[in-house]
């Protein structure tokens, strides 16, 4: 297990999903958390509960993490919880998807919103308390479509995480002088409320699962927990010599063999 006490931690997205799996997996390591949602306040109260069971420490705030205002609050009210912020996770996501004649506005709009300048405005605000202490751990949540393999519908949706890649590294290489490790990883398919969401049945889901296990080497789908597991490694002090890199987890997927 990496030890992750006295650590500190906010993890956007996290009332369900991979979010949710990252901010327990912390937790268990002894990291306080801030448990960050935007509309499901019920399920961000049921990780915290689950977190304080374990005997650790947890809040929950509500942010639409596009907003700058909302962004500077959420850390605010975290550094007033736990005095500091250690370890920043930019989880929180959206998949809007359509081809790229079908693609309006609002698609694009919102799936640069979330996926993209969220990453910017928590990376930026998170870097300056980070900046002051010397110290910090971003990990930043992007995809294995980031890299460019093209798929129908994706468009936006793929750009959106591709700049979230480049991000990385651009993020790394300025906060580097200031001992901020600044991470990616890259998930493929993962049993999560949003791949499900892409279904319109049951029976469209179970067809869905099994081209994404055809499509990796290993023929499975991924679980939350495995995200988590390679986000822990990029948060840990075992990773102090690694910035700027983005890890492929997605089974092998067989397009980027």
Known sequence: MFDFKDKVAVVTGSSRGIGRSVALALARGGCAVTIVYRNSRDKADEVVKSIKEMGGK???VKCDVSKREEVENMFKTTIKAFNKVDILVNNAGVGFVASLLETTDEIWNRNMEV????VFLCTQIAARYMVERGYGKIVNISSNSGFGIAMHGDTSYAISKAGVICLTKNSAF??????????????GAIETDMLREEARSDEEYEKLLEGRRNASSLGITGTPEDIANAVLFFA???SRFITGKTLLVDGGRRDFL
Do not use: F, M, T
């Open 115 to 118: 996926n993209l300048r969220s």
């Open 58 to 60: 947890a809040i929950a």
């Open 236 to 238: 840990s002090d075992k």
């Open 174 to 187: 300025e906060l580097g002088r200031h001992n901020i490790n600044v991470n990616c990883v890259a998930p």
